[in-house]
């Protein structure tokens, strides 16, 4: 064999050995990722041949495959349409699966290892194989009050077992219907997905976890805790301006209205009650950076630590603080402070559960297509927040600022709630936030909720949080405790 021949031979040998390198490459490491992309149509069409497990709530479909006459086999539903959406997401032919169809494809799509058994059996038997069940934890009487509260307006609400973690609620308005997006026809898929991808209230996010907002006066909660772990106590006198000017700069901060706080120096309750920014601006500077963040990580705010509930839930943040007038700023919950509404729900649950805060978790157990339980979630601590000391303390001037403050809407009969409210500012030109966090209890059920109206629901007076955001907040947990809601 002469010399060129060689080479040329040589060169086939190097390519095909590549070829059977990269070959092996996809199948063995790749392999895994590229059959979970939910990109992946040659998946999706073979996942068609068989019947997709049920999401299931309180014992009913909002996810199920019913049979078809076409050439897919089976095609997903969405019974509740809009008011779980953003918890189911959709199941696509052409975009996929998004929500909690994308978090369990494996196993509602039956190729979970936990099914393997299953899979193995109707193999066998020749039966047409099934994939599994979903359970979630949400609580059908408090989603449909979130729902309902949030009406027509930007917002979203959560709502909490504070000692379980797991999600009663999770709601986000404008949401959309899935089942278009999950229908056999490509073309209407594209027409539809066109029009919620471009609107402007962005339909499909879901604020409940993706979102992140100033969160205002609410996060008080935050500088408060950090005061009370400092040696202050709810009877503690603290410096209340009527205008706060903040260090270095020529900047006054005022209170809601440009409210004077009725004395130069006012209790820590009071402050808490009344929701005065320049008692809490001014605290906050007292304290340090060091401390107001050392309570923010108790509350999981600001630790960059990534959360999965199986939904991915983006971080908060307490942002960058450079100065002592930023901190005062951020003491009020504005500036670079942002949380998601799951994040500020948690805050309210970790008081609640005197300090201790529960990772969060929306799959209550998952089952067998025969409805045998596979595997159930156990609550799991993700945090001590603060100490019961401490956590008594809030729990104390937040049951204030419902029986006499700010968050008087908030109040149920019969039963005693704590929150906060918060009017976050959003700009210059838009009116601001409204937010509302609380909790409640009635024979030893719990129910911690946060619930945020973008710009207060553009309703002129009642933008605040007290107004806009509280009267939600009663209604999902009266639902959940079975409670009068006046």
Not at 49 to 59: A, L, M, S
Not at 89 to 111: K, R
Not at 163 to 190: K, V
Request: proline share 6%; with cysteine.
């Amino acid at each position: 064999m002469n010399r060129p021949v060689r080479r040329v031979a040589l060169a086939m040998l190097v390519l095909f050995g590549l070829l059977i390198a990269n070959a092996n490459y996809v199948q063995v490491f790749q392999g895994d990722s590229l059959r979970a992309d939910p990109g992946n149509t040659r998946v999706l069409l073979d996942e068609y041949e068989r019947q997709r497990g049920t999401i299931v709530v309180d014992g009913r479909a909002i996810a199920e495959s019913v049979p078809t006459d076409d050439s897919l086999k089976y095609l997903r539903r969405y019974p509740e349409r809009a008011k779980y959406a953003p918890v189911t997401g959709f199941y696509s032919l052409i975009y996929g699966a998004t929500g909690m169809e994308q978090a369990e494809n494996g196993f509602l799509a039956g190729s979970d290892n936990r099914l393997f058994t299953r899979r193995l059996s109707a193999l066998l038997t020749g039966r047409d194989p099934r994939g599994g069940n979903v359970v979630l934890t949400l609580n059908r009487r408090a989603q449909d009050a979130a729902y309902a509260g949030l009406a027509d307006r930007r917002g979203a609400v959560v709502a909490l077992d504070p000692t379980t973690g797991a999600i009663l609620a999770m709601a986000s308005t404008p949401s959309y219907d899935p089942n278009p997006l999950s229908s056999h026809d490509p073309s209407a898929i594209r027409t539809r997905y066109n029009q919620l991808a471009a609107a402007q209230d962005d339909p499909l996010l879901n604020r409940a976890i993706n979102q992140r907002y100033p969160p205002g006066s609410i996060f008080k909660v935050v500088v408060a805790a950090a005061a009370l772990a400092n040696g202050r106590t709810p009877e503690t006198v603290i410096d209340c301006p009527h205008r706060y000017l903040l260090p270095g700069t020529r900047t006054l901060l005022r209170n809601f209205g440009d409210a004077t706080c009725g004395a130069e120096r006012v209790t820590l309750e009071s402050a808490v009650t009344n929701s005065y920014n320049t008692g809490f601006a001014k605290l906050g500077v007292d304290l340090g950076e060091s401390e107001v963040r050392a309570a923010a990580a108790g509350f999981g705010i600001g630790t960059g630590d990534p959360l999965e509930v199986p939904l991915r839930v983006s971080a908060s943040s307490l942002g960058e603080i450079p100065d002592d007038a930023a901190l005062g700023q951020s003491s009020i919950g504005q500036r670079d402070v942002s949380l998601t509404p799951l994040q500020a729900a948690q805050m309210a649950a970790a008081v609640a559960n005197r300090g201790v805060l529960m990772t969060p978790y929306l799959v209550s157990e998952v089952q067998a297509p025969d409805l045998t339980v596979l595997d159930r979630t156990e609550p799991d601590e993700q945090s001590t927040a603060v100490s019961p000391e401490v956590a008594d303390g809030l729990t104390r001037m937040m049951r204030s600022v419902v029986a006499r403050g700010t968050g008087r809407a908030a109040q149920i009969g019969g039963v005693e709630v704590a929150g906060k409210t918060g009017t976050a500012e959003d700009g210059t030109d838009r009116p601001p936030h409204a937010w509302f966090i609380g909790f409640a209890e009635k024979d030893g059920r719990k129910v911690a909720v946060a619930v945020i109206i973008e710009n207060g629901g553009n309703s002129g007076s009642e933008t605040t949080g007290g107004r806009a955001a509280a009267p939600v907040a009663r209604g999902v947990m009266a639902a959940v405790l079975g409670a009068g809601g006046g």
